[in-house]
T-cell receptor
Framework: EAGVVQSPRYKIIEKKQPVAFWCNPISGHNTLYWYRQNLGQGPELLIRYENEEAVDDSQLPKDRFSAERLKGVDSTLKIQPAELGDSAVYLC???????????????FGPGTRLLVL | SQELEQSPQSLIVQEGKNLTINCTSSKTLYGLYWYKQKYGEGLIFLMMLQKGGEEKSHEKITAKLDEKKQQSSLHITASQPSHAGIYLCGARVGVSNTGKLIFGQGTTLQVKP
């Protein structure tokens, strides 16, 4: 079974330029997450989707970041314009929430490493 | 301050030695996850613990959850170079079984052959 797929793996851009990341979750997973991981830190949630609905975007800097998950499968995360401080690894994760009392496990993609110059 | 504190931040051990990594929460734990990350790669799921006193093992890695202390430990027996990487603990916030995970800052493990 294929894992979470992300592209591109690496991206170098100049500040003020736009950039977009793409994520294809594990087949059948209804919940999708975007995290940002700064160097030497753990990932921090940016946005969480349940199917097509963004149910938690409280940590997403909405002035420059946007995300969408059309048809409840693939998702894109966009930054426009990028700033130097946006340099980080952007991780996508997916899970299957069944409503059961046990928590679901999030499976992560390889990430996109962004460098803003 | 960090909601999840991992210790130590880094660790260098000789191959064959045992080691323990700790993860302590400042809030009530509703689920504790351990992941491993290699530089430039994503997080690989290791184990999930939900109940106090729960203990799980996978090959030479054992994780335990102490609900009262709001703490989890990850123990590696007879370490090998393949164990090298960054170990991250993540915890579920809120009573709901869904929702975001908050992560510790990670523990970097090096295993010397």
């Amino acid at each position: 079974e294929a894992g979470v797929v992300q592209s591109p793996r690496y991206k170098i851009i100049e500040k003020k330029q736009p950039v977009a990341f793409w994520c294809n979750p594990i087949s059948g997973h209804n919940t999708l997450y975007w995290y940002r991981q700064n160097l030497g830190q753990g990932p921090e949630l940016l946005i969480r989707y349940e199917n097509e609905e963004a149910v938690d975007d409280s940590q997403l800097p909405k002035d420059r970041f946007s995300a969408e998950r059309l048809k409840g499968v693939d998702s894109t995360l966009k930054i426009q314009p990028a700033e130097l401080g946006d340099s980080a690894v952007y991780l996508c994760a997916s899970s299957l929430y069944s409503g059961a009392s046990t928590g679901e496990t999030q499976y992560f993609g390889p990430g996109t490493r962004l460098l803003v110059l | 301050s960090q909601e999840l504190e991992q210790s130590p931040q880094s660790l260098i051990v000789q191959e064959g030695k045992n080691l323990t990594i700790n993860c302590t929460s400042s809030k009530t734990l509703y689920g504790l996850y351990w992941y491993k990350q290699k530089y430039g790669e994503g997080l690989i799921f290791l184990m999930m613990l939900q109940k106090g006193g729960e203990e799980k093992s996978h090959e030479k890695i054992t994780a335990k959850l102490d609900e009262k202390k709001q703490q989890s430990s990850l123990h590696i027996t007879a370490s090998q170079p393949s164990h090298a990487g960054i170990y991250l603990c993540g915890a579920r916030v809120g009573v709901s079984n869904t929702g975001k995970l908050i992560f510790g800052q990670g523990t970097t493990l090096q295993v010397k052959p």
